[in-house]
């Protein structure tokens, strides 16, 4: 077993098929299958489980890709050291960001980081689920979550304040509600998740936590959209406070229920990432940037709280 056997693995199992793997390394899918059963003889057990379309890795196949994942970090965190001595910061780095909280807090911060560094290159995907990293090739996710996965790196950005709101039209014609469950009877602006009722948790001075399930009549994951709807008058929206809070701030829209305490989906927003003792310089850089403009951010802007926990890691990193 050698060094580059073991990266060979590494390439299979996050690619997750045999073609997909010689497409990134530039060989053919028979060589890459040949290179692989001569790894398995080598070690006299089978490491990778596969079929037509997929691959996955055994228990000791596991094993060997995380070692194998470690070295290759190590490579490639020496030859960048290496190339980038005296240059400025050079790479790429491939961030998920939601919708809303992309578009309305974070989008001056990337735009920001960009200018500073012009030969770092930002590749941003606008989404809200919570994806396999590694499948997606995606180094940095921020997400609003109860709970952040174990198995990847959770630094907590702040706390997320949710509102309920209308338009002054839409009070006119009905009125605003008293009470959380009211909401169950009126048209309700807001984002969901397919397949799944939208819950809200509601919480007034010491009462008991109060549990709706509402049923969006506007339903989208483009809050710029969810925004406009509620402008419209088309019904109450559950939003998160930065995409509203200067239309209230400015009149243009009433709050709804504002002696509540209001959550959906979780209120502590997270920046997530693969355990890596040696991230690549790029990265690092944004994990950095985007702790310390997140922090900044929620301690000193109206809508947003600050952060109510401490960062946390995986076990041994």
């Known amino acids: 077993m ?3 056997s073991l990266t060979l693995l590494v390439e299979i199992l996050d690619a997750g098929n045999l073609s997909e793997a010689a497409r990134r390394l530039k060989m053919t899918r028979a060589n890459v299958s040949y290179h692989l059963t001569q790894l398995e003889r080598s070690v006299g057990m ?3 489980r596969r079929t037509t379309r997929h691959v996955e890795a055994t228990e000791i196949g596991l094993k ?3 070692h194998g994942r470690a070295i290759r970090e190590e490579l490639v965190a ?41 030969d770092i290159v930002l590749d941003v995907l606008f989404e809200n689920s919570v994806e396999d990293l590694l499948r997606d090739e995606v180094d940095i996710a921020v997400r609003i979550m109860s709970e952040p996965p174990q198995n990847l790196v959770a630094r ?11 338009s002054h039209d839409y009070v006119a014609r009905r009125g605003l509600p008293q ?8 048209p309700v602006v ?12 509601a919480y007034l001075d010491a009462q008991p936590r109060e549990h709706v399930v509402l049923e969006p009549t506007v339903v989208s994951r483009n809050y710029a959209f969810l925004r406009a709807a509620v402008q419209s008058g088309l019904g109450i929206g559950v939003l998160p406070d930065y995409v509203v809070h200067e239309d209230l701030a400015r009149g243009e829209l009433v709050q709804v229920l504002p002696q509540w305490r209001l959550s959906i989906f979780g209120r502590a927003m997270y920046m997530l990432y693969m355990p890596n003792r040696h991230p690549p310089r790029a990265l690092a ?30 076990a041994g990193i």
Do not use: N
């Open 179 to 186: 009470a959380p469950a009211a909401l169950t009877q009126l």
């Open 64 to 66: 060997l890709y995380q």
């Open 190 to 201: 807001s984002a969901a998740v397919i397949g799944r009722p939208l819950r809200l948790s």
């Open 78 to 118: 020496a030859r960048e050291s290496i190339d980038t001595l005296g240059k400025t910061p050079q790479g790429r780095v491939r961030l998920s960001v939601p919708s809303g909280y992309g578009q309305f807090v974070m989008q001056p911060w990337l735009l920001s980081f960009k200018q500073t560094y012009p």
């Open 46 to 48: 089978q490491l990778v």
């Open 285 to 314: 850089m944004m994990i950095e940037y985007i702790l310390a403009c997140a922090h900044a951010e929620h301690e000193g802007r109206p809508g947003l709280l600050a952060p109510a926990g401490v960062a946390r890691a995986p």
């Open 2 to 4: 050698d060094t580059k």
């Open 156 to 166: 907590e950005l702040g706390q997320v304040r949710y509102v309920a709101c209308a």
